[in-house]
């Protein structure tokens, strides 16, 4: 069974900094892209970072309203993806989700929602002014 199970969120400052895992499982985890995306309410869910895989050198790529704040990493031993976050604003506050996918994702298709096949609960961010 495939499973994305996410953790590190909370209530932070703005200013603060928090650090998101998310722990893959039941497939070959080198091989697959692992996004990291965003939704705040009445908002449409938007890609915040992506990382590629394994065999495709783990290029990242980030939105960018996060470029220079955020850091993604992953850690194949452990089939963990890593989402770094600095300097949070209270834009920032969002239900934080990761996802899986088997496509060769580049720097105009990684934020698409559609090329990921599978998708964890979440875990909540707020940033308090």
């Known amino acids: 069974e495939v499973q994305l199970v996410e953790s590190g969120g909370g209530l932070v400052q703005a200013g603060g900094s928090l650090k998101l895992s998310c722990r893959a499982s039941?497939?070959?985890?080198?091989?697959?892209?692992i996004g990291w995306f965003r939704q705040a309410p009445g908002k449409e869910r938007e890609g915040v970072s992506c990382?590629?895989?394994?065999?495709?050198?783990?290029?990242?790529y980030h939105a960018d309203s996060v470029k220079g704040r955020f850091t993604i990493t992953r850690d194949n031993a452990k089939s963990t993806v890593y989402l770094q976050m600095d300097s949070l604003k209270p834009e920032d506050t969002a239900l934080y989700y990761c996802a899986a996918s088997t496509y060769e994702l580049a720097g105009t298709t990684w934020y698409s929602g559609f090329l990921y096949d599978d998708w964890g609960q979440g875990t909540q961010v707020t940033v308090s002014s």
């Open positions: 039941g497939f070959s985890f080198d091989d697959h892209a």
């Open positions: 990382i590629s895989s394994a065999s495709t050198y783990s290029s990242v």
